[in-house]
């Protein structure tokens, strides 16, 4: 059976599409000037765009109606190269599905169950097996004027190779031609500030490590993914900017295999990297991204679309891996937003650069199966720490759960125990999180809670048991943040860098005590306490295995690389 699609050109040139309940707008180019041409570019736009073999468009240009034009994919430019999936252009996904801690994978996934270091030392050999020189990751604060608090991207240190300052780049820099690294990043303040989410969600961290490579890849392959769980994103042009589709990165993908009803195109918003103007040097770019659906890694073919979650901060979808071509510099004084960019504030680069980043922690749980960062092997170990310490002082502690609230809109009702009355779990979550019910919330209208829902006497219940599994994750991302700053030798202050990580202390320190897990600090007032326990304990365990790891594998080491270890995790406790 077809599809019936019901398309019209508006008085500005747009082409607005009608299937099946949804509306869409694509922008007609410019060189498309008589009407048959316009029928023409209708007819390829929509096979692009519309996942199904055989389409009737019925096409309305003002007031005319003109016969109604059946269609099959070979209107595509590319085209398709494999199974139709469910396919009728809408998400086939049920709304109450919910998303589980952990997930079957499948057989024929390599390095399945794979700890971090392992999958750090597989990364790192696969890019050095491809001719990338291993150059070691610079100190988590700029020794240089970096423009940023932290160093928030792997690309930081090598910011004078990309804006051509040949004045600026160091001499163990000027024959780098190919390189790959593992960089310790902490992300706070600037315009990658992720402080506010850690511990509400499942992947943001403070801290994380970004593996990166600056070459064009297909690791994805190395790991032999099912191709069904992998959703790829890629830019869809700018009208205003003149910026075309990337067809070019389409047509990779499409040659590596992946099937064009994975292959989704978005706007500047979603695939048109900018970084910082100060700590980046405004540098920006068309990107490409992999993102992985957790359902799907059980290699199954009896699978629900999940296109309409890439890109919604859906649990069940994750962004693991990101490709930006960067090509252009934005000049301006300040950090320009997507309204304000115009097409004189973008720099053409003399020369064309690659630079890719993944997530380590992302990367773990991926191939161990777990749907959240926290719990992971190597996470996961850190909450047993921090429950057998917490323990030892108050036996009635709970072993962390993993309960997220990852849809405040999902209509559940409980109880109060003050008034009786009925409340909705977004009245609940303002409450307890202080968090708003945004517009950006409400695109996450597919979720559901993630686990099934336990007999609560009291909403109290509920309440305690979200603010302790927060509270879990804020002590063990904060406690890699402090770990890697301190051993990097920033101390707590009153401003500047010092200032975020007194800040730190504070937040970990307040979420441990309010939620019951640090309760000697209250008792015997002494300051050493369980974050401090758990900051030496990730010094020993991650900042130091780290340092091993370059020293070993390192052949080039910048001037902004870390050096030994300036506190010790005894020191650092």
């Known amino acids: 059976m077809g599809l019936f699609v019901k398309t019209y ?10 299937c099946h309940g949804f509306t869409k707008t694509y922008f007609l180019p410019r060189t498309v000037r008589r009407k048959s041409g316009r029928i023409k570019a209708i007819l390829k736009i929509i096979a692009r765009n519309i996942d199904s073999e055989l389409i009737v468009v019925e096409l309305l240009f003002s007031d005319q109606k003109y016969p109604s034009y059946i269609i099959s994919k070979g209107f595509a430019i590319v085209p398709s190269s494999g199974q139709d999936i469910h396919s009728t252009g809408r998400c086939t996904l049920a ?21 971090a270091s392992e999958l750090r030392q597989e990364f790192i050999n696969f890019f050095r097996s491809h001719q990338h020189s291993v150059v070691a990751p610079a100190s988590v604060f700029p020794k240089r004027h970096e423009g940023s608090y932290f160093i928030n991207a792997g690309m930081n240190q090598f910011k004078s190779i990309f804006l051509n300052q040949s004045d600026s780049i160091c001499s163990e820099f ?13 992300r706070i303040g600037g315009r990658h500030d992720d402080l506010n989410d850690v511990g509400y969600d499942r992947h943001h961290h403070t801290m994380f490590e970004m593996l990166g490579s600056w070459s064009f890849g297909d690791y994805y392959k190395v790991l032999n993914l099912p191709t069904n769980a992998i959703y790829i994103t890629y830019f869809g042009g700018d009208q205003k900017l003149g910026l075309p589709p990337d067809d070019e990165t389409r047509d990779i993908w499409l040659n590596l295999g992946v099937m064009d009803q994975k292959l989704m195109p978005f706007g500047i918003e979603s695939n048109f990297w900018r970084a910082n103007q100060f700590s980046g040097g405004g ?26 979650l890439v890109n919604t901060s859906s649990p069940q979808v994750l962004e693991l891996w990101n490709c930006v071509f960067i090509t252009h510099r934005i000049i301006a004084d300040n950090d320009v937003t997507e309204k304000h960019l115009k097409p004189d504030l973008l720099q053409p680069l003399n020369k064309s650069f690659v630079d890719t980043g993944m997530g380590l922690e992302r990367l773990a749980c991926v191939m161990q199966g777990m749907t959240s960062n926290y ?25 962390y759960q993993g309960l997220f609230l990852s849809n405040p809109l999902q209509d559940v009702k409980t109880k109060t125990d003050k008034d009786q009355s009925e409340i909705t779990l977004s009245s609940l979550w303002n409450k307890i999180s202080g968090k708003s019910s945004s517009s950006a919330l409400c695109s996450k209208s597919h979720l559901a809670l993630d686990h099934s829902w336990k007999n609560f006497n009291m909403d109290n219940d509920l309440v305690d048991m979200w603010h302790r599994d ?24 009153r401003q500047g860098l010092p200032l975020k ?26 300051l050493k306490s369980l974050l401090g326990a758990l900051v030496s304990e990730v010094a020993k365990r991650d900042v130091l295995s780290l340092q091993s790891f370059f020293n070993t594998m390192a052949t080039i080491r910048g001037p902004s690389c870390r050096k030994s270890d300036a506190i010790t995790p005894e020191q650092v406790s």
């Open 283 to 308: 540098l920006c770019g068309p990107s490409t991204e992999v993102h992985i659906d957790f359902k799907a890694l059980c290699g199954g073919d009896q699978l629900d679309c999940a296109r309409c």
């Open 174 to 186: 000027k024959q780098l031609r190919r390189a790959t690294n593992s960089q310790p990043c902490i």
């Open 375 to 399: 719990d992971s092997y190597e996470m996961n170990s850190l909450m047993e720490f921090i429950h057998s310490k917490a323990n030892s002082c108050n036996p009635s502690v709970p072993v």
């Open 470 to 493: 927060t509270a879990y994750r804020v002590l063990v991302d904060h406690s890699r943040a402090l770990a890697f700053a301190l051993s990097d030798g920033l101390l707590p202050g």
């Open 9 to 18: 050109i508006q008085r500005k040139g747009n082409v607005v599409v009608k």
């Open 95 to 115: 709304p109450d599905q919910s998303v589980p801690r952990h997930v079957s994978l499948a057989s024929s996934i390599r390095l399945r169950n794979s700890s």
């Open 501 to 526: 990580i007194r800040q730190l202390i504070h937040r970990a320190f307040r979420a441990s005590v309010l939620s019951g897990l640090d309760t000697e600090i209250t008792t015997s007032g002494k």
